[in-house]
């Protein structure tokens, strides 16, 4: 099991970038996919990215396909998400997540996830 802390949020205006960051601690974070997930006002914690344990797949929503990336440093302990062109809809807390196990593929549904960190607040002015 790893222990998950993202940072790197804040505020932004409409147009610009942030990066995130999400260190692992504890065993094997080269040995599981991760994933962004996101929960804005009054909605649903919804998926935005996931890469492979490899870092060789990436996958992402819709909404920020081409305007996001996810990547993963294995030798810190830490997954990121790149946000570029960043809208006011992208405003939310951010959360990194961990599967239970080993070795499975990234997935895009939050019960596919087990370890989750604190959240980050992304906030994204007109």
């Known amino acids: 099991q790893v222990q998950l802390v993202e940072s790197g949020g804040g505020l932004v205006q409409a147009g610009g970038s942030l990066k995130l960051a999400c260190a692992a601690s504890g065993r094997n974070f080269e040995s599981y996919a991760m994933g962004w997930f996101r929960q804005g006002p009054g909605n649903d914690r919804e998926f935005v990215a996931a890469?492979?344990?490899?870092?060789?797949?990436?996958y992402y929503a819709d909404s920020v396909k081409g305007r996001f990336a996810i990547s993963r440093e294995d030798a810190k302990n830490t997954v990121y998400l790149q946000m570029n062109s960043l809208k006011p809809e992208d405003t939310a807390v951010y959360y990194c997540?961990?599967?239970?196990?080993?070795?499975?593929?990234?997935?895009?549904?939050?019960?596919?996830?087990?370890?989750w960190g604190q959240g980050t607040q992304v906030t994204v002015s007109s």
């Open positions: 890469i492979s344990w490899t870092g060789a797949t990436t």
């Open positions: 997540a961990a599967p239970q196990d080993l070795f499975v593929a990234p997935g895009s549904r939050r019960e596919e996830y087990g370890t």
